[in-house]
């Protein structure tokens, strides 16, 4: 079935290090997003990729990294200098151009800072 | 840029009652309003969108209404079920491309 893996679903880290989320899709999309959602809050924009080899920054990009080497794959690194990084994080895709709607999410990582 | 509020945050409903959810924009461009679903534990999916050249969209017992000039979108759900029970995201966009969601309501669906 075509949709979006994220993997793991659960993952723990201890302060100071460095863990990367990784998010596939064979849905053929160009676009890949990553957002984090916390507790009463709603999904917050953290990096988007439009095409390969290239991404932008969303409203919480401090913190995080992204590569986009392959269409299918958007991996998230959350590194050491993002302040809070306990949270859950959501991999989305749609297709790119003018009117193309629905994004499509994976079922997400929740990631635990010990 | 965009700020979508929604509201309420919590909703509790008898089974077989209504349940309607409420989102103001702020950013008179956006032309695309989703609302998405998410159970528990699992990432969101859409149940029903419009465009802003319509007022009304309606799916079985779910519809959704806009109004542009107050700026402001609704999800109704009709005769709701146990299987309703989840949190609901507003979100609004411009032709499709970034998106800003409302901070989400837990809707309860009691038996």
């Known amino acids: 079935d075509g949709g979006i893996t994220q993997s793991p679903k659960y993952l723990f880290r201890k302060e100071g290090q460095n863990v990367t989320l990784s998010c596939e899709q064979n849905?053929?999309?160009?676009?890949m997003y990553w957002y984090r959602q916390d507790p009463g809050q709603g999904l917050r924009l953290i990096y988007y990729?439009?095409?390969?080899?290239?991404?932008q920054k969303g409203d919480i990009a401090e913190g995080y990294s992204v590569s986009r080497e392959k269409k299918e794959s958007f991996p998230l690194t959350v590194t050491s200098a993002q302040k809070n990084p306990t949270a859950f994080y959501l991999c989305?895709?749609?297709?790119?151009?003018?009117?193309?709607?629905?994004?499509?999410f994976g079922e997400g990582s929740r990631l635990t800072v010990l | 840029g965009e700020n979508v509020e929604q509201h309420p945050s919590t909703l509790s409903v008898q089974e077989g009652d209504s349940a309607v959810i409420k989102c103001t924009y702020s950013?008179?461009?956006?032309?695309?309003f989703p609302w998405y679903k998410q159970e528990l534990g699992k990432g969101p999916q859409l149940i029903i969108d419009?465009?802003?050249?319509?007022g009304e969209k309606k799916d079985q017992r779910i519809a959704v209404t806009l109004n542009k000039t107050a700026k402001h979108f609704s999800l109704h759900i009709t005769e709701t079920q146990p299987e309703d029970s989840a949190v609901y995201f507003c979100a609004a966009s411009i032709f499709g491309n970034q998106f800003y969601f409302g901070t989400g309501t837990s809707l309860t669906v009691i038996p």
């Open positions: 950013d008179s461009a956006s032309n695309y």
């Open positions: 990729s439009q095409i390969v080899n290239d991404f």
């Open positions: 989305a895709s749609k297709r790119v151009g003018v009117n193309t709607g629905e994004l499509f």
């Open positions: 419009i465009r802003s050249n319509v």
């Open positions: 849905l053929n999309h160009d676009a």
